[in-house]
């Protein structure tokens, strides 16, 4: 997979719409589509209650998001207890963890997440337009699943590509190629959209293009450091380069058939 190794300054989203043509584009979901924070943290919290450990901040909680419910409870319990990381991840106990994560997340999905705003609107719209969507995340699957069917969303997408679906996951280049495969679409007429670091480094390694959104997790740094291609609002911008795209194909066909007909007059 192609990997560029200098890439250019962030682009913000000026209002300008790009003449460009996605035919696939594949989504985050905790911070891009779903705001899954706070059930993320209440989760968590209630994992270090059973462990009579002290609760982690939502704030903290938030800027551990994005690398799988693993490293997520990790960073947790070596919080809670005041150990390094490395002696927590090293711990015989991490699955017998994971596990009860998983027994009380299943409690907590969609109890309290938000989706974004104009995010049903945009998914939408972009079906009727005859776009294809898949979903890439490091969620395992069956949490990925439950959140988005609590918000009516997963029909959109197909694959999703979660963090337990392949051998490697975000920002290894495979968790894209899987999808472009699916779809047959080549990587320059792909788009990742996503809100962190990981993303972009996703999108760079598969040789796709990674816009992102300025108010997901991240670990709390500021998006634009990632240098990603182009900072949106919000995921409605990604409307009117698709529309310009099949606007710009239409007035292409209709020129070359006036083209064709006017050619074949005596």
Request: with cysteine; aromatic share 6%; net charge negative.
């Amino acid at each position: 997979m192609p990997v560029h190794s200098i890439q250019p300054p962030a682009a913000t989203d000026s209002g300008d719409s790009p003449q460009r043509r996605f035919d696939l584009i594949m989504f985050d979901l905790d911070g891009t589509l779903v705001d899954t924070a706070g059930e993320i943290g209440d989760t968590v919290n209630d994992v270090l209650h059973a462990l009579r450990l002290p609760p982690a901040p939502d704030e903290l909680v938030r800027s551990w998001i994005g690398q799988g419910s693993r490293e997520l409870l990790i960073r947790a319990c070596a919080y809670a207890a005041g150990l390094p990381q490395s002696e927590v991840r090293t711990s015989p106990t991490v699955e017998s963890v994971l596990e009860m994560y998983g027994r009380y997340h299943e409690k907590r999905c969609g109890t309290r997440s938000q989706v974004y705003p104009h995010v049903a609107d945009t998914l939408s719209a972009l079906s009727g337009l005859g776009v294809a969507m898949a979903l890439v995340s490091n969620r395992e699957a069956h949490f990925a699943e439950a959140v988005l069917r609590s918000h009516g969303l997963r029909d959109y997408f197909d694959p999703l590509v979660a963090g337990d679906s392949l051998s490697a996951k975000k920002p290894d280049a495979s968790t894209i190629a899987y999808c472009l495969h699916a779809h047959g679409v080549p990587a320059q007429r792909a788009l990742m959209i996503g809100d962190s670091a990981i993303d972009v480094a996703t999108g760079r390694n598969a040789g796709v293009e990674c816009w992102v959104v300025p108010y997901g997790y991240n670990s709390g740094q500021p998006i634009v450091d990632a240098r990603p291609d182009r900072v949106i609002a919000d995921i409605s911008a990604v409307l009117p380069a698709v529309r310009s795209g099949r606007q710009h194909q239409a007035t292409a066909a209709s020129g070359s058939r006036a083209g064709h007909s006017n050619s074949s007059e005596p």
